[in-house]
């Protein structure tokens, strides 16, 4: 649904014209995975599939917002936030509103349509977007009628997160809202989990990243998530570091027999993922992209073999794409046990790839994959209708 159909959604629903258009993007991690709670280094892309709000401000405190993808309206008034039952949309937006308040900012309400393009519970962070395009919603319809808000970038991006962590009741990290907000087209951002610092790194041309959904739940994500961070916790505190992101690899190999099996080949995971990760960037730099995808490939087969969050569904999307000519590296991405995997290949190769997923994983898995094409595109923004 594109922003011409949606201004006449909202002709239809409020009897009115709007006034903004506010947007903002899911993401793919392109390599990093399960670093991020090591204090590690992560390398999202913002892909070319938005959350959209077509809105006009309002002369209360109210907020109204119609969904068209399912076709209810969630309203609140801005004085008392209260959380809609769990799982409900709009409790994302509710808690955008609700910390940016907190935030001290005088928030005026507004009336919108909103439209999700981002897959949801696929893995593409549907939920950054949702937050950070109402961010920029509330940014564009003012305070109180004055100016838009002076509102973007990092601290956006840490906002959001409050919303999903505080509000929504979701302890995420910090990746999914900084790529939506700040992320910029034909660039990947590497990110420090640390000190939040961030760098725009550009990807190469003439190659796709191609996303595919395995259709898989990801039913075991939570409860290994929360293990797998104990691991790493104990592994960290072994070899007597605050995390694992301060554990050398030349470290790591001269001490690893101070760790239980398991343990290591945990915090093995981890700490070379988190030398893959400044690999990658440095081998971006260079236009490496066959280094690149050894990269990639270096990283699935870890967290297959030693970090054990990987699935048959998301094995045999990265075997298909490695027996495709023109595919530099392939692997899984995000917490695994069922979500998406991911494909860096040449564009002239990019739809015989999605033709051998379509063919040869429903006869492995059972299942009908999703196959979405996706470039590095810009982070959320808003501009006046």
């Known amino acids: 649904m594109n922003v011409t159909e949606l201004v006449a959604h909202f002709e239809q629903a409020f009897g009115r014209q709007p006034a903004f258009v506010a947007r903002a993007p899911g993401r793919v991690n392109l390599i990093g995975e399960h670093t991020d709670y090591n204090d590690g280094f992560v390398l999202p892309m913002?892909?070319?599939?938005?959350?959209?709000?077509?809105?006009?401000?309002?002369?209360?405190r109210v907020v109204r917002l119609r969904s068209a993808n399912f076709g209810d309206e969630a309203g609140f008034a801005l004085e008392r936030i209260e959380k809609a039952h769990d799982g409900a949309w709009s409790n994302y937006a509710r808690g955008v509103a609700h910390v940016l308040q907190q935030a001290g900012f005088a928030l005026r309400g507004f009336d919108g349509v909103i439209y999700g393009e981002v897959p949801i519970g696929s893995g593409l962070s549907s939920s950054a977007a949702i937050e950070m395009a109402t961010l920029m919603a509330f940014t564009a319809a003012g305070a109180d009628g004055s100016a838009p808000l002076?509102?973007?970038?990092a601290q956006a991006a840490r906002l959001a997160q409050r919303a999903e962590n505080e509000f929504v009741g979701v302890n995420c990290g910090i990746m999914d809202q900084f790529i939506s907000s700040l992320g910029k087209a034909g660039h990947a951002l590497f990110i420090d989990c640390r000190s939040l610092a961030y760098e725009?790194?550009?990807?190469?041309?003439?190659?796709t990243v191609l996303v595919v959904d395995t259709s898989a739940p990801r039913s075991l994500a939570a409860s290994a998530y929360n293990e797998r961070r104990a691991q790493c916790e104990q592994a960290a505190r072994t070899l007597g570091a605050p995390a694992l992101r301060d554990v050398s690899?030349?470290?790591?190999?001269?001490?690893?027999?101070?760790?239980p099996d398991l343990i290591a080949r945990r915090a093995a995971h981890v700490i070379y993922e988190n030398q893959r990760v400044l690999d990658a960037v440095a081998a971006l730099r260079a236009n490496d992209v066959a280094m690149f995808g050894r990269l990639m490939n270096q990283s699935h087969d870890s967290l297959r073999d030693w970090y054990e969050v990987s699935s048959k569904e998301l094995d045999a999307v990265v075997e298909i794409a490695r027996g495709v000519p023109g595919v530099y590296g392939a692997r899984m991405t995000g917490a695994g046990f069922g979500g998406c995997a991911i494909a860096l290949v040449d564009d002239a190769q990019a739809g015989a790839l999605a033709q051998a997923i379509a063919c040869d994983y429903p006869r492995r898995t059972g299942r009908e994959p999703k196959v979405y094409a996706c470039v590095a595109s810009d982070g959320a923004s808003w501009s006046t209708l």
């Open 46 to 60: 913002a892909i070319d599939r938005d959350v959209t709000i077509v809105g006009a401000p309002r002369d209360d």
């Open 150 to 153: 002076a509102l973007a970038g």
């Open 200 to 207: 725009l790194t550009p990807m190469p041309r003439g190659v």
């Open 249 to 259: 690899v030349e470290t790591f190999e001269q001490r690893r027999s101070e760790l």
